[in-house]
Protein backbone atom coordinates (compact mmCIF):
# COMPACT_ATOMS: atom_id res chain seq x y z
CA UNK A 1 0.00 0.00 0.00
CA UNK A 2 1.35 3.40 -1.19
CA UNK A 3 1.59 5.47 2.52
CA UNK A 4 0.64 8.99 0.60
CA UNK A 5 -2.50 7.24 -0.18
CA UNK A 6 -4.42 9.06 3.08
CA UNK A 7 -2.80 12.53 2.48
CA UNK A 8 -2.49 12.64 -1.47
CA UNK A 9 -5.88 11.17 -2.41
CA UNK A 10 -8.70 13.22 0.04
CA UNK A 11 -11.85 10.86 0.13
CA UNK A 12 -14.14 14.05 -1.19
CA UNK A 13 -13.51 17.42 -2.37
CA UNK A 14 -13.36 20.43 -0.06
CA UNK A 15 -12.54 23.90 0.20
CA UNK A 16 -8.74 22.98 1.61
CA UNK A 17 -8.94 20.45 -1.41
CA UNK A 18 -9.17 24.00 -3.28
CA UNK A 19 -7.07 25.89 -1.43
CA UNK A 20 -4.16 23.86 -1.64
CA UNK A 21 -4.78 22.61 -5.40
CA UNK A 22 -1.95 24.97 -7.14
CA UNK A 23 0.41 23.63 -4.59
CA UNK A 24 -0.13 19.66 -4.47
CA UNK A 25 2.71 18.56 -6.51
CA UNK A 26 4.79 20.34 -5.03
CA UNK A 27 3.48 18.92 -1.53
CA UNK A 28 3.93 15.54 -2.99
CA UNK A 29 7.56 16.24 -3.50
CA UNK A 30 7.52 17.61 0.17
CA UNK A 31 6.15 14.00 1.03
CA UNK A 32 9.34 12.79 -1.29
CA UNK A 33 11.78 14.59 0.83
CA UNK A 34 10.63 14.05 4.06
CA UNK A 35 11.15 10.10 3.38
CA UNK A 36 14.50 10.75 1.98
CA UNK A 37 15.80 12.48 4.85
CA UNK A 38 14.49 10.16 7.38
CA UNK A 39 16.32 7.40 6.10
CA UNK A 40 17.50 6.49 9.66
CA UNK A 41 15.96 3.07 10.42
CA UNK A 42 15.24 4.41 14.13
CA UNK A 43 13.77 8.08 12.63
CA UNK A 44 11.48 5.79 10.08
CA UNK A 45 9.51 5.23 13.13
CA UNK A 46 7.78 8.50 13.09
CA UNK A 47 7.01 8.44 9.55
CA UNK A 48 3.66 7.08 10.15
CA UNK A 49 2.66 9.61 12.57
CA UNK A 50 3.70 12.62 9.56
CA UNK A 51 1.92 10.30 6.96
CA UNK A 52 -1.22 9.24 8.75
CA UNK A 53 -3.66 11.49 7.13
CA UNK A 54 -2.08 15.25 8.46
CA UNK A 55 -4.03 18.19 6.66
CA UNK A 56 -0.21 19.98 5.85
CA UNK A 57 -1.27 22.71 6.51
CA UNK A 58 1.98 24.49 7.29
CA UNK A 59 4.53 22.97 5.07
CA UNK A 60 0.79 24.11 2.20
CA UNK A 61 1.32 27.59 3.57
CA UNK A 62 4.99 27.99 2.37
CA UNK A 63 4.36 26.78 -0.76
CA UNK A 64 1.85 29.25 -0.75
CA UNK A 65 3.25 31.99 0.11
CA UNK A 66 6.34 31.19 -2.41
CA UNK A 67 4.01 30.81 -5.14
CA UNK A 68 2.43 34.00 -4.28
CA UNK A 69 5.56 36.01 -5.12
CA UNK A 70 7.61 36.49 -8.38
CA UNK A 71 10.39 34.65 -8.24
CA UNK A 72 10.10 31.59 -6.09
CA UNK A 73 12.78 29.48 -5.35
CA UNK A 74 11.25 26.47 -5.82
CA UNK A 75 13.92 23.64 -4.02
CA UNK A 76 14.29 26.01 -1.13
CA UNK A 77 10.55 25.92 -0.53
CA UNK A 78 10.50 22.50 -0.80
CA UNK A 79 13.08 21.86 1.61
CA UNK A 80 11.86 24.93 4.18
CA UNK A 81 8.20 23.02 3.61
CA UNK A 82 10.02 20.10 4.95
CA UNK A 83 11.46 21.17 7.55
CA UNK A 84 8.66 22.87 9.12
CA UNK A 85 6.80 19.61 8.40
CA UNK A 86 9.36 18.38 10.82
CA UNK A 87 9.13 21.08 13.28
CA UNK A 88 5.43 20.33 12.97
CA UNK A 89 5.69 16.55 13.90
CA UNK A 90 8.20 17.27 17.19
CA UNK A 91 5.81 19.84 18.38
CA UNK A 92 2.67 17.36 18.20
CA UNK A 93 4.83 14.45 19.72
CA UNK A 94 6.18 16.86 22.99
CA UNK A 95 2.34 18.23 22.89
CA UNK A 96 1.16 14.74 23.11
CA UNK A 97 3.31 13.63 25.92
CA UNK A 98 2.51 16.99 27.70
CA UNK A 99 -1.47 16.17 27.73
CA UNK A 100 -0.87 12.87 28.09
CA UNK A 101 -2.80 12.19 25.01
CA UNK A 102 -2.98 8.61 23.53
CA UNK A 103 -4.68 8.86 20.28
CA UNK A 104 -3.27 11.22 17.09
CA UNK A 105 -4.43 11.18 13.77
CA UNK A 106 -6.90 7.94 14.28
CA UNK A 107 -3.54 6.67 15.86
CA UNK A 108 -2.11 5.84 18.81
CA UNK A 109 -0.06 8.40 19.64
CA UNK A 110 4.13 8.25 19.44
CA UNK A 111 4.79 8.09 23.01
CA UNK A 112 1.67 5.86 23.54
CA UNK A 113 2.93 3.19 21.37
CA UNK A 114 7.28 3.68 21.81
CA UNK A 115 7.16 4.94 25.14
CA UNK A 116 8.68 8.46 26.85
CA UNK A 117 11.80 7.74 26.62
CA UNK A 118 11.71 7.51 22.53
CA UNK A 119 8.96 10.39 21.69
CA UNK A 120 11.13 13.07 24.16
CA UNK A 121 14.54 11.77 21.55
CA UNK A 122 12.56 11.53 18.73
CA UNK A 123 10.96 15.72 18.84
CA UNK A 124 14.69 16.91 19.77
CA UNK A 125 16.19 14.35 16.66
CA UNK A 126 13.54 16.00 14.10
CA UNK A 127 14.08 19.54 15.32
CA UNK A 128 18.28 18.63 14.83
CA UNK A 129 16.91 17.60 11.09
CA UNK A 130 14.45 20.36 10.64
CA UNK A 131 17.41 22.83 11.10
CA UNK A 132 20.23 21.53 9.49
CA UNK A 133 17.67 21.58 6.40
CA UNK A 134 17.22 25.17 6.85
CA UNK A 135 20.43 25.97 7.69
CA UNK A 136 21.29 24.90 4.14
CA UNK A 137 18.98 27.57 2.26
CA UNK A 138 20.21 30.17 0.50
CA UNK A 139 18.26 32.56 2.48
CA UNK A 140 20.14 32.68 6.34
CA UNK A 141 17.22 34.42 7.40
CA UNK A 142 14.94 31.99 7.26
CA UNK A 143 16.67 29.80 9.87
CA UNK A 144 16.70 32.91 12.02
CA UNK A 145 13.19 32.87 11.53
CA UNK A 146 11.76 29.65 12.33
CA UNK A 147 14.76 29.63 15.87
CA UNK A 148 12.71 32.60 16.72
CA UNK A 149 9.07 30.56 16.16
CA UNK A 150 10.55 27.37 18.11
CA UNK A 151 11.21 29.97 21.23
CA UNK A 152 7.71 31.56 20.65
CA UNK A 153 6.30 27.60 20.46
CA UNK A 154 7.86 26.61 23.68
CA UNK A 155 7.13 30.07 25.37
CA UNK A 156 3.43 30.10 24.48
CA UNK A 157 3.31 25.79 26.22
CA UNK A 158 5.36 26.79 29.33
CA UNK A 159 2.41 29.92 29.53
CA UNK A 160 -0.04 27.19 28.93
CA UNK A 161 1.15 25.27 31.76
CA UNK A 162 0.89 28.03 34.12
CA UNK A 163 -2.17 29.19 33.58
CA UNK A 164 -4.07 25.68 33.94
CA UNK A 165 -7.07 26.14 36.27
CA UNK A 166 -7.31 29.57 36.56
CA UNK A 167 -10.96 30.55 36.02
CA UNK A 168 -9.74 34.32 36.19
CA UNK A 169 -7.73 33.69 33.05
CA UNK A 170 -8.61 36.65 30.44
CA UNK A 171 -9.53 36.47 26.70
CA UNK A 172 -6.31 38.56 25.94
CA UNK A 173 -4.30 36.76 28.20
CA UNK A 174 -5.72 33.76 26.58
CA UNK A 175 -5.20 34.95 22.65
CA UNK A 176 -1.42 35.56 23.65
CA UNK A 177 -0.74 32.35 24.94
CA UNK A 178 -2.44 30.95 21.98
CA UNK A 179 -0.40 33.31 19.31
CA UNK A 180 2.65 31.77 21.00
CA UNK A 181 1.74 28.60 20.72
CA UNK A 182 0.08 27.73 17.61
CA UNK A 183 0.03 30.89 15.52
CA UNK A 184 3.72 31.60 15.60
CA UNK A 185 4.31 28.56 13.61
CA UNK A 186 2.07 29.32 10.97
CA UNK A 187 2.88 32.99 10.93
CA UNK A 188 6.07 31.51 10.25
CA UNK A 189 5.08 29.34 7.25
CA UNK A 190 3.96 32.06 5.30
CA UNK A 191 6.95 34.27 6.55
CA UNK A 192 9.88 32.10 5.20
CA UNK A 193 7.62 30.96 1.99
CA UNK A 194 7.29 34.38 1.09
CA UNK A 195 11.05 35.38 1.56
CA UNK A 196 11.73 32.12 -0.69
CA UNK A 197 9.23 33.44 -3.21
CA UNK A 198 10.79 37.01 -3.73
CA UNK A 199 7.93 38.56 -2.23
CA UNK A 200 8.97 42.16 -1.34
CA UNK A 201 8.90 43.66 1.89
CA UNK A 202 5.11 44.99 2.57
CA UNK A 203 3.44 41.35 0.76
CA UNK A 204 5.70 39.37 3.27
CA UNK A 205 4.45 41.38 5.99
CA UNK A 206 0.98 40.50 5.13
CA UNK A 207 0.97 37.21 4.25
CA UNK A 208 2.60 36.97 8.09
CA UNK A 209 -0.34 39.29 9.38
CA UNK A 210 -2.75 36.47 7.65
CA UNK A 211 -0.83 33.22 9.10
CA UNK A 212 -0.57 34.94 12.65
CA UNK A 213 -4.08 35.93 12.34
CA UNK A 214 -5.49 32.45 10.61
CA UNK A 215 -3.44 30.48 13.29
CA UNK A 216 -5.72 31.92 16.14
CA UNK A 217 -9.15 31.16 14.37
CA UNK A 218 -8.03 27.67 13.99
CA UNK A 219 -6.74 27.22 17.46
CA UNK A 220 -10.34 28.88 18.67
CA UNK A 221 -11.83 26.89 16.37
CA UNK A 222 -9.94 23.69 17.69
CA UNK A 223 -11.14 24.68 21.22
CA UNK A 224 -15.10 24.47 20.15
CA UNK A 225 -14.36 21.17 18.50
CA UNK A 226 -12.81 19.96 21.77
CA UNK A 227 -15.98 20.63 23.44
CA UNK A 228 -18.46 19.52 20.55
CA UNK A 229 -16.77 17.47 18.48
CA UNK A 230 -16.54 13.30 17.19
CA UNK A 231 -13.40 11.79 18.15
CA UNK A 232 -13.88 9.29 15.31
CA UNK A 233 -13.78 12.49 12.88
CA UNK A 234 -11.15 14.71 14.66
CA UNK A 235 -8.88 11.50 15.23
CA UNK A 236 -7.72 12.65 18.75
CA UNK A 237 -9.18 12.65 22.34
CA UNK A 238 -11.81 15.26 23.02
CA UNK A 239 -12.51 16.94 25.87
CA UNK A 240 -8.72 17.29 26.36
CA UNK A 241 -8.86 20.66 27.58
CA UNK A 242 -10.97 20.37 30.58
CA UNK A 243 -9.49 16.86 31.62
CA UNK A 244 -5.52 19.20 32.21
CA UNK A 245 -7.27 22.00 33.04
CA UNK A 246 -6.23 24.26 30.14
CA UNK A 247 -8.97 27.13 29.72
CA UNK A 248 -10.19 27.37 26.18
CA UNK A 249 -11.84 30.56 24.80
CA UNK A 250 -15.35 29.02 25.08
CA UNK A 251 -14.41 27.92 28.68
CA UNK A 252 -13.48 31.17 29.44
CA UNK A 253 -16.43 32.87 28.03
CA UNK A 254 -18.49 30.60 30.21
CA UNK A 255 -16.80 31.70 33.22
CA UNK A 256 -18.03 35.14 32.75
CA UNK A 257 -21.25 34.29 32.18
CA UNK A 258 -21.85 32.88 35.25
CA UNK A 259 -22.37 34.06 38.54
CA UNK A 260 -20.02 33.40 41.01
CA UNK A 261 -22.15 30.63 43.08
CA UNK A 262 -22.86 28.70 39.56
CA UNK A 263 -19.45 28.80 38.43
CA UNK A 264 -18.14 27.52 41.53
CA UNK A 265 -20.88 25.03 41.74
CA UNK A 266 -19.86 23.85 38.07
CA UNK A 267 -16.29 24.30 38.13
CA UNK A 268 -15.52 23.26 41.91
CA UNK A 269 -14.92 19.41 41.55
CA UNK A 270 -12.81 19.42 38.58
CA UNK A 271 -10.85 22.10 40.26
CA UNK A 272 -11.27 19.59 43.23
CA UNK A 273 -10.09 16.68 41.36
CA UNK A 274 -6.89 18.42 38.98
CA UNK A 275 -5.74 19.60 42.52
CA UNK A 276 -5.46 16.37 44.28
CA UNK A 277 -3.80 14.99 41.15
CA UNK A 278 -0.94 17.80 41.41
CA UNK A 279 -0.38 16.72 44.18
CA UNK A 280 0.30 13.18 43.83
CA UNK A 281 4.16 12.10 42.62
CA UNK A 282 4.80 13.03 39.15
CA UNK A 283 5.37 9.67 38.19
CA UNK A 284 1.55 8.75 39.48
CA UNK A 285 0.17 12.41 38.52
CA UNK A 286 1.35 12.20 35.02
CA UNK A 287 -0.20 8.10 34.10
CA UNK A 288 -3.21 8.75 35.71
CA UNK A 289 -6.71 10.53 34.57
CA UNK A 290 -8.93 10.76 37.85
CA UNK A 291 -11.53 12.93 36.23
CA UNK A 292 -14.88 12.08 35.51
CA UNK A 293 -15.95 12.15 32.18
CA UNK A 294 -19.77 13.01 33.30
CA UNK A 295 -18.27 15.65 34.99
CA UNK A 296 -15.98 17.09 31.69
CA UNK A 297 -19.44 16.59 29.88
CA UNK A 298 -21.45 18.46 31.75
CA UNK A 299 -19.64 21.26 31.59
CA UNK A 300 -19.20 21.42 27.89
CA UNK A 301 -23.26 21.08 27.64
CA UNK A 302 -23.15 24.41 29.89
CA UNK A 303 -21.00 26.09 27.76
CA UNK A 304 -23.04 24.69 24.72
CA UNK A 305 -26.66 25.96 26.48
CA UNK A 306 -25.07 29.45 27.28
CA UNK A 307 -24.04 30.20 24.36
CA UNK A 308 -19.98 30.27 25.18
CA UNK A 309 -19.28 28.19 22.44
CA UNK A 310 -21.31 30.40 19.67
CA UNK A 311 -19.25 33.34 20.97
CA UNK A 312 -15.88 31.88 20.65
CA UNK A 313 -17.16 31.02 17.13
CA UNK A 314 -18.41 34.77 16.46
CA UNK A 315 -14.65 35.72 17.60
CA UNK A 316 -12.86 33.42 15.50
CA UNK A 317 -15.11 35.01 12.51
CA UNK A 318 -14.26 38.46 12.87
CA UNK A 319 -10.37 37.30 13.43
CA UNK A 320 -10.56 35.69 9.89
CA UNK A 321 -12.26 38.88 8.07
CA UNK A 322 -9.10 40.11 9.88
CA UNK A 323 -6.91 37.87 8.19
CA UNK A 324 -8.46 38.30 4.89
CA UNK A 325 -8.34 41.99 4.96
CA UNK A 326 -4.67 41.56 5.50
CA UNK A 327 -4.13 39.85 2.20
CA UNK A 328 -6.68 42.73 0.21
CA UNK A 329 -5.00 44.65 -1.43
CA UNK A 330 -1.65 42.03 -1.81
CA UNK A 331 -0.73 40.79 -5.36
CA UNK A 332 -1.24 37.08 -4.89
CA UNK A 333 -0.13 36.05 -8.06
CA UNK A 334 -3.50 34.10 -8.82
CA UNK A 335 -3.49 32.90 -5.33
CA UNK A 336 -6.59 34.77 -3.99
CA UNK A 337 -9.35 32.15 -4.38
CA UNK A 338 -6.73 29.98 -2.12
CA UNK A 339 -6.40 31.68 0.77
CA UNK A 340 -10.12 32.17 0.17
CA UNK A 341 -10.71 29.28 0.71
CA UNK A 342 -8.37 28.49 3.32
CA UNK A 343 -10.48 31.08 5.43
CA UNK A 344 -13.62 29.90 4.90
CA UNK A 345 -12.03 26.34 5.61
CA UNK A 346 -10.44 27.80 9.26
CA UNK A 347 -14.16 28.94 10.38
CA UNK A 348 -15.86 26.07 9.06
CA UNK A 349 -13.91 23.14 9.55
CA UNK A 350 -15.30 19.89 11.57
CA UNK A 351 -12.04 18.24 12.07
Not at 55 to 77: C, F, Q, T, Y
Not at 172 to 201: M, P
Amino acid sequence: MDWRASTLRPKSPSKLDGALAPVQGELEAVSDRLLAELRDPVARMVVYLITSGGKRLRPALVLLAGNSGSAPDRKGLIDAATAVELIHTATLIHDDIIDRSTLRRSQPSFHHRWGTERAVLMGDYLYATAFTMLARLSIPSVTQVMADVCQQLCRGELREVEARNRLDLTEGEYLEIVRDKTASLIGGCCHIGAALGGCDAKTAAQLTTFGVTFGLVFQIIDDCLDLTGDQRELGKSILSDLDKGTLSLPIIYLTQMLSTRARQKLFEPLLTTLRRGNSQSPTRAAGVRTLDPALLRRIARAAQSRGAIAKAKTRARALIEEAQGALAHVPLNGLKDSYQWLADYAVNRRS
